[in-house]
């Protein structure tokens, strides 16, 4: 016997791992390297496409707790990132292109993993099957799992672009982590006085913006975690300074103040040759990034590697179509996995990969599946994606907010995210033998 995945992206090689470890065969379905998306570059699996950032590490904050819990459960791509790194502060980022290479290596020297490179058009009606097709399936596939659902919703979402870093005016920029910490050479910070960055924000708001072609719509909706910077930039002339430009926690060493408003560039790989601009998803036209980019002091003279792009994402309406094992209410042998979930965020799609997998081979083994407990991050996400009440359900990535609070209540922020950890933590350990 053996379970499809349909889908190499993070979900997808999290779940074929997890089915391969627990020793069942695993038929992998990706239609890379014949076919890529719009925003798809490379032939290698579990393709970082907006950053190159897994987000915090430290255990008292949402995303390290999340990853913490993946690491309980053997997680594959945290194994690969670990090999992969590159400074990030408290952040763990890595080189996109040889952490995709070592993902692929893995995947496909494993003995139980069999790699089939073709285009999926329908959903399997035979045997067991996990989507694990993200945030970017295809036209075909989509169009089926919307029959199958009738529930599948659509939005865009946008990635940064990327420079090198020898075009950085370093006459202009400074390196430092904010509240110093990390290294100071993990970010190269980008400062703007008053003048400058009001100049840079009227630019902004009247540049023109690129045609998306990747299917019909009107009014596109936006996730608010990819949202493009000239679209937040819209909300007000201080958004930006209270989101992607805020100069909290730094000073520049050239004035001894903190700048008026600061872009952060995080490097891409392990040379430090190329940087992203942080928080700065766009669908600015080429040319337009170019000159209004270069409005920033330090990068007046920026050579871009990658331009921001935006792209179709599609997601279901989970509460209404999936159990809170991942599979779907009129079809148990029918599994999902990743941002098409709702999940919102790489590792939050490679932890439901992970569950999705384990949840495949129990139904294949008739046996009951692993629900984790909401008091656990990964828990308490899918639960969310899978019984929300909101009438206009979107993406959650992970929050302290959807954990069920600890009585008597921690006032303290710092000590009560560490009372998290150590619940989640604990439920995880105790529970070791389901997985």
Known sequence: MSINIIGAGLSGCEAAWKVASMGINARLFEM????????????????????????????ESAAGLLKEEMRHLDSLLLFCADKCRVPAGGAIAVDRDK??????????????IEVIETEKLEVPEDGITIVATGPLTSKSLAQDIEKICNGLLSFYDAAAPIITSESIDMDTAFTASRYNRGEDSDYINCPLNKEEYEKFYEALVLAQR???????VRDPKVYEGCMPVEIMAQRGKDTLRFGPM?????IDPK???RPWANLQLRCENVEKTLYNMVGFQTNLKFSEQKRVF???????????VRFGVM???TFLNSPTVLNSDLSLKTNEKLFFAGQITGVEGYMESAASGIIAGINAVKKLANQKPLILPNETMIGALINYVTTSISKNFQPMGANFGILPQIEPHIRDKKLRYEAFAKRSIKILDERSGQV
């Open 32 to 59: 890379k390297p014949k076919k890529k998306s719009a925003a798809h570059k490379c032939n290698n699996f579990a393709e970082l496409v907006c950053s190159n950032s897994l987000k915090a590490e430290r255990l």
């Open 99 to 112: 952490f995709s290479e070592l993902v692929t290596e893995k995947i496909k020297s494993n003995p139980l």
């Open 210 to 216: 690129a045609p998306m072609h990747d299917f019909d």
């Open 294 to 304: 270069g409005l920033i002091p330090a990068l007046k003279n920026a050579e871009f």
């Open 246 to 250: 805020k100069p909290v926690g730094l």
């Open 311 to 313: 792209h179709r994402n």
């Open 255 to 257: 004035t001894g103040h």
